[in-house]
């Protein structure tokens, strides 16, 4: 299970099918999960806040989000959520892809927003909160997505359309040219490291596997990954894989010891140890609660 296929999983209404590929769901933090970890998509994704307070990486700059707050993911932006101390926080996440808006060559909205947004070319602001001039328009959009999908109507994929080509119409007023504040390549290594821990966590990855990955030495690799992600790389790891299980356990019936070794957890007490430092009790009493 990787992070975007738990995020399909999540999914509690009767949309998502490859001819109309969009998903909203709730999630709560910490109820559902304490986080998130980093990763990205090909899928454009919206996240707006309920209840509460947490914190919003996008392409490793944080964001602290309130009730009312929305944040913008294009394709391709690396993310993560987490817990903001011991605050909770409701959020409703819509996750789309831009091909269900787009057509052939030779329509406009294609050629001059859709592909640009797609391609990075062109890029929206992260954080609309209430008072900012287009949040209205934009939590209006939102809102209203909401009331199609409480009862799916006959036609509802044409009214869900209509508001995501409205609030792409509000978000226009702060495009802006794809120049991110940092080193692309640095960010495209990154991208591709996460993706494979992703794709490939529950097996063995060494520090040299990950440095290769970036095309770094090792002990370039280290304080690269440090100064990017604010710990190190077998934290990351340890973090990423505590997650998943922490995940199963609510989610499944299979045995701690199973859970442990299709996370990559080699070694039960280790797991249960690392486990218990993140959550503050072992994976019984986790599944318990």
Request: glycine fraction near 6%; charge should be neutral.
């Amino acid at each position: 299970m990787n992070i975007h296929e738990y995020e399909c999983s999540q999914e509690t209404k009767p949309h998502g099918h490859d001819n109309f590929p969009f998903n909203i769901y709730l999630c709560s933090i910490p109820l559902d999960f304490t986080a998130v970890p980093a990763h990205w998509h090909n899928a454009m994704e919206i996240i707006y806040i309920k209840k509460g307070c947490g914190s919003i990486h996008v392409d490793l700059i944080p964001f602290h989000v309130t009730k009312g707050d929305i944040i913008v993911v294009p394709p391709g932006q690396l993310h993560s959520i987490e817990q903001l101390f011991d605050h909770s926080m409701e959020y409703e996440n819509i996750i789309f892809k831009l091909s269900m808006l787009m057509a052939p060559q030779g329509d406009v909205c294609t050629e001059a927003f859709f592909q640009p947004l797609k391609q990075g070319k062109i890029l929206p602001d992260t954080l609309y909160s209430p008072g900012s001039p287009s949040y209205p328009a934009l939590s209006s959009c939102l809102d209203a997505i909401d009331s199609i999908c409480r009862d799916f109507l006959p036609g509802y994929q044409l009214a869900i359309k209509g508001q995501l080509f409205s609030f792409f119409y509000g978000l226009s007023k702060s495009f802006h040219k794809g120049s991110p504040h940092r080193d692309n390549k640095s960010l495209d290594r990154l991208k591709g490291l996460l993706k494979h821990v992703e794709t490939n966590y529950c097996d063995k990855i060494a520090i040299a596997d990950a440095a290769q990955i970036c095309g770094f030495s090792q002990s370039h690799f280290m304080k690269f990954f440090k100064a990017n992600m604010g710990v190190s790389f077998t934290d990351y790891l340890n973090d990423y894989r505590i997650t998943m299980a922490a995940r199963l356990l609510g989610s499944s019936s299979d045995t701690v010891v199973n859970i442990a070794a299709e996370t990559g957890f080699e070694n039960l007490s280790y797991f249960n140890r690392v486990f218990k430092r993140k959550y503050q009790c072992t994976p019984t009493e986790f599944r318990r609660k």
